[in-house]
Every structure is written in C-alpha cells, then in structure tokens.
C-alpha cells in the first residue's frame, strides 16, 4: 500500500515536500512517480524516481525535487516557488516495471496511493 501525504493549502512562493510512504513492498524494487491531476483535466506525469535516476515534468523541474529515504521506504516530493497551477491533488505511484521511456505514463504503474490536495492560492 502507499500513502501519500503532506498537502495543503499555501501561498504562491511558499514550499510544501509531499511524502509517499510504502507498506509491504520495499521502494528499493521499485520506480516511484508523482502524478497530479487538477479539477477537470487529465491526470498528470510531475516527477519519478527509478533506481537513482529523477525524471521531471517540464512544468516543475528545477522547482521540484524527489528524493528516496530507503530506511524509511519513503519517496519524497519538495515542491518550492509553488505557482497556482500547481494545485492539484497529488498522487504517489510504484512499479516494477517501468522503463524510462514508459516512466511518465501512468499506465505503466501498478500501484496508486491516495491523494493529498495540495493548493496554492495567489
């Protein structure tokens, strides 16, 4: 199972670091995106971790950082100079078999958590 946590309600500018938390199965085996999906559209490809390598959206790189504790079997997602567009609610997913062609298609995971509301007033 993965619980995604750590949402809220902030201003534009301010940062918010989402956390996705595993149990029964070890991060280590697995690649780990965020999605994000926005009242009345599509769900989103924001970020991935798979086996050292980070992949990011072009909407959020270089504001975005996602990161693995393994002691913790926990993936992270720091989100810093948050923008309006970036509410969402946020979704943490695993797979074992992505590749990193397939990485941002959320039809490669297996595993979906809840998501956590994140929003950013102007």
């Known amino acids: 199972q993965l619980q995604a946590s750590g949402g809220g309600l902030v201003q534009a500018g301010d940062s918010l670091k989402l956390s996705c938390a595993a149990s029964?199965?070890?991060?280590?085996?697995?690649?780990v995106g965020w999605f994000r999906q926005a009242p009345g559209k599509e769900r989103e490809f924001v970020s991935a971790f798979k086996w050292g390598d980070r992949h990011y959206s072009d909407s959020v790189r270089g504001r975005f950082t996602i990161s693995r504790d393994s002691a913790k079997n926990t993936v992270y997602l720091q989100m810093n100079s948050l923008k309006p567009e970036d509410t969402a609610v946020y979704y943490c997913a695993a797979t074992a078999r992505a590749i990193t062609s397939t990485i941002s298609n959320s039809g490669t995971y297996d595993y979906w958590g809840r998501g956590t509301q994140v929003t950013v007033s102007s």
């Open positions: 029964g199965m070890a991060f280590s085996r697995y690649a």
